[in-house]
């Protein structure tokens, strides 16, 4: 089963959080060698549009750690509001699952640090 977080991000802040992803049987971390991690944002659970896509890494496969992050350009595209998310690992046999999901909160900013 999923963890649920909220993230709090602003416009144009470079976003990065890194997790561990742990076997639900044993709660032991979980070996992600081999494995694809991908996550999506969208405004709704009912639309088909993406708002945008997380970049996601394994950076310790032996210990289950999966960084996932947006850069600041990605985080500016982003209308303020409420958004949900989610994060999934695929197997090396293609066995897909859900690891992180939760909600996306994007305050407003007045710099356009993009401009710079």
């Given at each position: 089963?999923?963890?649920?977080?909220?993230?709090?991000?602003?416009?144009?802040?470079?976003?990065?959080?890194?997790?561990?992803?742990t076997s639900d049987l044993t709660n032991a971390?979980?070996?992600?060698?081999?494995?694809?991690?991908?996550?999506?944002?969208?405004?709704?659970?009912?639309?088909?549009?993406?708002?945008?896509?997380?970049?996601?890494?394994?950076?310790?496969?032996?210990?289950?750690?999966?960084?996932?992050?947006?850069?600041?350009?990605?985080?500016?595209?982003?209308?303020?509001?409420?958004?949900?998310?989610?994060?999934?690992?695929?197997?090396?046999?293609?066995?897909?699952?859900?690891?992180?999901?939760?909600?996306?909160?994007?305050?407003?900013?007045?710099?356009?640090?993009?401009?710079?």
């Amino acid at each position: 089963m999923a963890t649920f977080t909220e993230y709090n991000i602003d416009q144009g802040q470079t976003f990065q959080s890194t997790l561990t992803v742990t076997s639900d049987l044993t709660n032991a971390d979980l070996d992600l060698t081999n494995y694809e991690v991908m996550g999506q944002i969208k405004y709704s659970y009912y639309t088909d549009t993406v708002s945008e896509t997380f970049d996601c890494s394994i950076t310790d496969a032996q210990n289950g750690e999966i960084t996932v992050a947006l850069a600041s350009a990605n985080t500016a595209n982003l209308d303020p509001g409420q958004y949900v998310f989610d994060i999934f690992t695929i197997s090396p046999t293609a066995v897909k699952a859900k690891v992180l999901e939760g909600l996306l909160i994007v305050n407003p900013s007045v710099t356009n640090v993009n401009n710079s």
